[in-house]
């Protein structure tokens, strides 16, 4: 996954505090919050927002993002294949 970076023009683009992945239509984002320490995840497709990473580098940021991201979509997978296996029964609230 390709990541750009919000790094000020001739800077290294490791400098930035934003960095944002897309694939179809999955937007992911690697980020730095103003006066916090450590790097977060946010990813709106499934619904995580500014969670906190343990990776104290970009690279382990963005690997453990991958991480968290895997399993978001595991849990995702088995609530859908449990859907798919139910039989319908319409009720009332």
């Known amino acids: 996954m390709k990541f750009k970076s919000n ?3 001739g800077k290294p ?3 930035g505090t934003i960095f944002e992945g897309r ?4 937007k992911v ?3 730095k919050i103003i006066h916090l320490e450590g790097w977060f ?5 499934l619904q995580i927002s500014q969670m906190s990473l ?5 690279m382990g ?3 453990e993002a991958k ?5 978001a979509v595991d849990d995702l997978q088995k609530d859908v294949d449990s859907l798919c296996k139910e039989e319908i029964e319409i009720s009332r609230y």
Do not use: P, Q, W
């Open 23 to 26: 694939i179809g239509n999955l």
């Open 29 to 31: 984002f690697v980020h």
């Open 67 to 71: 991480d968290v991201l895997r399993k």
């Open 7 to 9: 790094a000020k023009y």
């Open 61 to 63: 940021a963005i690997s």
């Open 41 to 45: 995840l946010s990813c709106s497709t």
């Open 13 to 15: 683009v490791e400098s």
């Open 54 to 58: 343990k990776s104290d580098t970009l």
